[in-house]
């Protein structure tokens, strides 16, 4: 999420204010949506390992964390029901996953690592909270955890320490499943997990604080499939945009899940319909990159969670389907890249790379009982591009 030289080149003034998106995603305009092919790694394997995943060769899984039990030597007992979560450097060379509790007690946890991967210390980040779904990573380092329930509010945290969260009612009042920020434009995204949810943008009155604002939700002209218009319509943040006057003025998008900025362009999912969408602020310009409905036979269903790799392919979780958490190349060919094996009444939640790109951390929310006090929280590494 820190920008770099690497984000501002992708972002290259043409002349005249105009910018080039370079990923590749962006440099074929109006490309159809994502379709099944091989993946870059290769089939997963014919066999789960012993714990339970599936994965192409070369990777490798271990648990970092179970529900219920104490994590490592630190004496922390980790959370039920992990749910979203993502990646922070910790400033020694480690790095911080921080991971939410989709429980009615709520509230999130973050395990610290060292530099050599080793798990050195567990805490709490968040408590007397509700539900806490999904939510974002900021730029200047904190965590946004997103409360999932008609009243539910984002809560900033501080991943690096033992800490309380601090509410920001300007970010709305709503079944908040995720938030993602454009440093570039100095906004954020939210997406809302109802059959009646739209697509917030918040612009804060003086970033990068977020105690107040300007809240507005999504209006879509045109066919998302080629290529649509998106314009803005202002909301109170004190209840969803659904049970406001001008509800009608908007676009419902159904079942928000997991949001994710990358390079440009805002990456959300909804799951309702099966989607992933991509939201480009500097243009207002809005596409749909995968549809289940478009290919038979496509692995990738009951989208969720989801993050952006240095490669710039796009990992979707699944709450459903075969347990997969898959994956969009830039070429847009979508794959999975692992399965969980015996998890049949759970969900794939968290996906989060490590700084440097070579761990990927992600949660079988409630693992192999279906219970959401038996969560497993896992780590693999490989070779990723």
């Known amino acids: 999420m820190r920008p770099d030289r690497r984000h501002f080149l992708r972002l290259s003034a043409l002349g005249g204010g105009a910018l080039v998106l370079g990923p590749a995603f962006w440099r074929n305009a109006y490309a159809a949506p994502a379709k099944p092919g091989p993946g870059p790694y290769g089939a997963l394997a014919g066999t789960a390992d012993a714990r339970g995943v599936r994965l192409p060769a070369g990777f490798t899984s271990r648990i970092v964390a179970r529900s219920g039990s104490a994590v490592a030597s630190t004496g922390y007992t ?79 945290c501080d991943p690096l320490r033992p800490s309380q969260g601090s509410v920001r009612p300007a970010l709305g009042t709503f079944a908040h499943e995720a938030v993602a920020v454009d440093p570039v434009e100095r906004r954020l995204y939210l997406t809302e997990d109802s059959t009646s949810g739209r697509f917030y943008r918040f612009t804060p009155s003086a970033y990068p604080s977020l105690s107040t604002g300007t809240l507005a939700v999504a209006k879509v002209t045109g066919d998302p499939l080629t290529g649509a218009a998106v314009s803005w319509v202002t909301v109170s943040p004190a209840q969803p945009a659904s049970q406001q006057s001008n509800a009608s003025q908007s676009t419902v998008f159904n079942g928000g899940e997991g949001c994710w900025y990358d390079s440009g362009v805002i990456y959300f999912t909804t799951k309702g319909d099966n989607r992933v969408w991509a939201y ?35 990992y979707v979780a699944e709450d459903g389907g075969n347990l997969e958490l ?26 989060a790379f490590s700084p440097d790109g070579k761990r990927l951390y992600f949660s079988s929310q409630r693992g192999t009982t279906g219970a959401s006090g038996n969560g497993i929280t896992f780590e693999v590494t490989g070779p990723f591009r």
Do not use: K
């Open 326 to 351: 898959c994956l969009i190349t830039p070429d847009r060919v979508v794959a999975p890249f692992l399965q969980l094996v015996g998890h049949n009444a759970s969900e794939i939640t968290g996906p």
């Open 78 to 156: 980790w959370h039920a029901a992990p749910d979203g979560g993502t990646c922070f450097p910790s400033g020694d060379g480690g790095w911080v996953y921080v991971s939410n509790s989709e429980m009615t007690s709520g509230g999130a946890s973050a395990l610290r690592f060292d530099g050599s991967g080793a798990v050195v210390d567990a805490y709490r980040i968040l408590s007397g909270t509700r539900s806490n779904c999904a939510g974002g990573p900021t730029p200047w380092q904190t965590w946004l955890s997103c409360e999932e329930y008609s009243g539910g509010r984002v809560w900033e």
């Open 280 to 314: 480009t602020p500097a243009t207002a310009r809005l596409e749909i990159i995968y549809d289940d409905d478009l290919y038979a036979n496509s692995p990738l269903t009951g989208v969720d969670n989801v993050t952006v790799a240095r490669s710039g392919d796009i």
